[in-house]
């Protein structure tokens, strides 16, 4: 059985170029905005304060129902069990 996740507003962003797309995603990092990273793309959930940073960083910002899949954070423990021992 496959599991898929269900369409939903979310805010696509383009840049013009790939220089301005990788300031965009370390102004979203900032934020600790969760977001999907695709080549030349990046999808966040819908928040009208952030979508109007993107647009005065001159990003490209539209209104798109996808499925979200955000890139997991660096400290996500959901694969390290309860209990687990640190040597």
């Known amino acids: 059985m496959a599991v ?3 369409a939903e507003r ?3 962003i383009t840049c013009s170029s790939a220089h301005d797309l990788q300031r965009v995603a370390w102004h979203l990092g900032n ?6 990273i695709e080549t030349g793309r ?3 959930r819908r928040d009208h304060v952030i979508e109007a940073m ?3 960083l ?8 996808e499925p979200f899949d ?3 954070g660096a400290y996500d423990d959901q694969n390290v ?4 021992i640190h040597e």
Do not use: F, K, T
């Open 4 to 6: 898929r996740a269900a």
């Open 10 to 12: 979310l805010v696509e």
């Open 31 to 36: 934020r600790h905005c969760p977001a999907a």
């Open 42 to 44: 990046i999808l966040i």
């Open 54 to 56: 993107l647009r005065g």
């Open 58 to 65: 001159g990003a490209r910002v539209r209104e798109v129902n």
């Open 70 to 72: 955000p890139e997991r």
């Open 81 to 84: 069990g309860r209990g687990h």
